[in-house]
């Protein structure tokens, strides 16, 4: 059974940095290209970042470029998202989510997905 498990989420104040980890299960996780998404109250969950199976190639919203990074061990079967200079915008559930195909800004490509984790940015 294919488990996506996100951690990290947490509340903090808007400037602070956060890491939130994806560890997944039950898959062959380097076949994967791998996503971030968020979905804040009352809107519609939106992407954040994707990474190519190799981590070669990473893709972001405009709202986080230059303060979102992306990365994945292949080794640990892990995602990570490195949050930096937080915004109070940036107040969501984070999902990740995992893609047989190409690495894609577009969630109805993603097979699997995690059942989030909050974070909180307070001004």
């Known amino acids: 059974q294919v488990q996506l498990v996100e951690s990290g989420g947490g509340l903090v104040q808007a400037g602070d940095s956060l890491r939130v980890s994806c560890a997944a299960s039950?898959?062959?996780?380097?076949?994967?290209?791998m996503g971030w998404f968020r979905q804040a109250p009352g809107k519609e969950r939106r992407f954040v970042a994707t990474?190519?199976?190799?981590?070669?190639?990473?893709k972001y919203a405009d709202s986080v470029k230059d303060r979102f990074t992306i990365s994945r061990d292949n080794a640990k079967n892990t995602v990570y998202l490195q949050m930096n200079r937080l915004e109070p915008e940036d107040t969501a559930v984070y999902y990740c989510?995992?893609?047989?195909?190409?690495?894609?800004?577009?969630?109805?490509?993603?097979?699997?997905w995690g059942q989030g984790t909050q974070v909180s940015v307070s001004s």
């Open positions: 989510a995992a893609n047989l195909g190409p690495y894609s800004d577009y969630p109805n490509g993603y097979l699997h």
């Open positions: 990474i190519s199976w190799n981590g070669a190639n990473t």
């Open positions: 039950g898959l062959t996780f380097s076949s994967y290209a």
